[in-house]
C-alpha cells in the first residue's frame, strides 16, 4: 500500500486492499469495503457513487492497519468491533462467537413458536453475544427470555447490547446451560451450543485460532453439549414447549435420534440457506 503521506481514492484503496486480502479471504472486496466504512463512517453505497473521492491521510493510514491486521486472519467483525444479526447491529469481542446468518434460522423457528399476544418463557442457552436472545426480544416484547452463559466476559458483550438497543425484557444469568435455571421452566428453550469436536478438520484455521474455543468446540466428539442439552431440557420445559437447537450440518439425523429417545415429538431439521440441515426442533409432549 502506498506510504501514508501520500493521497489515494476510494477507488485506490479498495483495489489495492481487496487484492491483498484475496490471498486470505473468500470475499476480499466485502471485507475491504467494511472496514473502510467503519474507519471513514461513510456508507458503501456512498464508495460506489463516488470512487475518485480523495482519502483523508488519517484515515487512509488506519485503513492500512485494519488490512493488515485482517490479511493475518483476524475476522473483520472483530476488528470492527460489530456484526449485523437479524437486522441488529451487535457488539462483538474475541471473548464471543461472531454471529452468523445460519444462526438466524434458529430465531426464524423459534419465533413460528412464540405467539406475539402471549407472554412465553423462553431461555437461551449460551448466549454469546446476546444474538438470539436480543432478536427474539426485539420481536416479541411480551416475552420473556432467560439468557445463560458461563463466561463472564460474554456477559457483558450481552449486556451491552441488551442495553444499546433498550430491551427490557431479557435478564442475563451466569453458569453452565441449566444451572441457574434450577426449578424453572419455559415454553421455548433455544440454543447454538458448541458442536464441533476437538480434532475436526472442517474446522478453519483462523477460526480455531481467533474465537474463543469453549463457544466452538464441545469435547471429542462434538455432541457433547448437546447431548447435556436434550437430556436436561425436558425438565426445564412446560408441556408443550418446544426445544430448537444449532447443530453441524452432518449432524442433523444423529440429533433427531437423540430427541425421539428423549420423548420429543414433532422432531424435525430445517436447512439453512446453503440448503444444509442446521437447525432441529422438538416438542415435549
Do not use: C
Not at 468491533?81 to 469481542?93: D, H, I, K, M, N
Amino acid at each position: 500500500m502506498p506510504p501514508p503521506n501520500s493521497s489515494q481514492s476510494v477507488s485506490d484503496a479498495l483495489h489495492t486492499a481487496t487484492m491483498l486480502l484475496s490471498r486470505v479471504s473468500a470475499s476480499p472486496r466485502l471485507d475491504a469495503e467494511l472496514l473502510l466504512e467503519y474507519v471513514t463512517g461513510l456508507s458503501r453505497t456512498n464508495f460506489r457513487a463516488m470512487p475518485e473521492r480523495e482519502l483523508p491521510a488519517n484515515a487512509g493510514w488506519s485503513f492500512q492497519q485494519l488490512v493488515k491486521r485482517r490479511s493475518k486472519g483476524e475476522p473483520v467483525a472483530y476488528i470492527r468491533q460489530q456484526q449485523e444479526f437479524w437486522s441488529l447491529l451487535l457488539e462483538v469481542s474475541p471473548a464471543v462467537l461472531i454471529p452468523r446468518p445460519e444462526t438466524e434460522l434458529v430465531v426464524e423457528r423459534a419465533l413460528a413458536h412464540i405467539d406475539k399476544s402471549q407472554g412465553a418463557r423462553v431461555a437461551d442457552l449460551g448466549t454469546g453475544s446476546g444474538a438470539i436472545a436480543v432478536a427474539i426480544a426485539s420481536e416479541r416484547r411480551s416475552a420473556t427470555i432467560a439468557a445463560v452463559d458461563a463466561s463472564k466476559d460474554a456477559l457483558e458483550i450481552a449486556s451491552r447490547n441488551i442495553g444499546r438497543l433498550q430491551l427490557t425484557n431479557v435478564s442475563l444469568l451466569h453458569g453452565s446451560w441449566f444451572a441457574p435455571l434450577a426449578g424453572q421452566r419455559f415454553d421455548l428453550i433455544a440454543a447454538n451450543p458448541p458442536y464441533i469436536g476437538q480434532d475436526d478438520p472442517d474446522l478453519a484455521p483462523d477460526v480455531r485460532r481467533h474465537e474463543p474455543t469453549m463457544a466452538l468446540i464441545s469435547g471429542v466428539t462434538g455432541f457433547e453439549a448437546l447431548d447435556l442439552i436434550v437430556r436436561e431440557a425436558p425438565a426445564h420445559l412446560d408441556p408443550g414447549g418446544w426445544l430448537v437447537l444449532e447443530h453441524g450440518w452432518k449432524q442433523a439425523e444423529a440429533v433427531r435420534e437423540r430427541l425421539v429417545s428423549q420423548g420429543f415429538v414433532h422432531v424435525r431439521s430445517h436447512a439453512d440457506l446453503a440448503g444444509h440441515p442446521r437447525v432441529t426442533e422438538g416438542q415435549r409432549p
